[in-house]
């Protein structure tokens, strides 16, 4: 087994709750805590009491606090009970985030851009900007979750695509900035995460599981991703293991974001037609 040397290490992961993302950021702070480290659990929904609850009858050691990203006090006072509770703050993890239907750009509402941005771009900046002061003392991990919308243009997700895309940038910026302080930080950027129960429903909704199906078969490993293959990357980037890797975009997403459609038509193509090239 992979010591991840996180033993005493505390860490906030936001969007802890479970169910957005196929339970991503549930399960980021399941493996951190996991691997020793003591996890403040960060979310909207008040349902990331009874995750935590459960995790800690398993001997692990997390808390939950409610807030919401596009709130800086909400931000400010999580940061504090951290530290509050465990005394320092040695690792980030940015995986909250805001989804809404944005429909295409001349129809998107002013207020539904600005709460997207607000949550997903402004609001990993504020978590870095109030967590900065603690992790600069003793040296520390950021990792931000972004997505494949941020590398490439998609229908109805303008908004969303942009403050990733920001995040992206964000953390860039972050590593160089203060690399030579002993503060690392990375992106994880998932493709399509599916639950069981995500896949569940799109047996049932037929343009739902279009959709899921053309992400898959133009993926070149052919599957979808899962909560564990982002929280594994996660748990990776966060630990002193990769003590020597910052400001990178990690993509986890099957291959699906390196190939264009066309190829992806022509490779499924020639697998039941003679072909040649000009």
Known sequence: MVDYELDGKVAIVTGAAGG???????????????????????DIKPTGQ??????????????????DLADEASIVALVDAAVERYGTLDIVVNCGFMQLKEGQLHETPAEVWDRIIAVDMRGDFLMIHHSLPHLLKQGGAIVNVSSTASLSGEDNT???????????????????????RG????????GSILSE???????TNESVKFQFDMLKRHAPLKRHGTADDIANAVLFLASPI???????????????????????????????HSWDTM
């Open 158 to 180: 303008a908004a969303y695509a942009c403050a990733k895309a920001g995040v992206n940038a964000l953390t860039r910026s972050v590593a160089v900035q203060y690399g030579d």
């Open 20 to 42: 957005g993302a196929g339970g991503t950021g549930l399960r980021i702070a399941q493996l951190l805590a996991e691997q020793g480290a003591k996890v403040v659990m960060a």
């Open 50 to 67: 009874e995750e935590s609850d459960k995790l800690n009858e398993q001997g692990l050691d997390t808390f939950f606090v409610q807030m």
């Open 242 to 272: 990769a003590r020597n890797i910052t400001g990178q975009t990690l993509v986890s997403d099957g291959g699906y974001s390196i190939r264009s459609g066309m190829w992806a038509d022509i490779h499924e193509y020639k697998q039941t």
């Open 197 to 203: 129960g995500i896949l569940a429903y799109a047996e």
């Open 183 to 190: 503060v690392r930080c990375n992106t994880v950027v998932p």
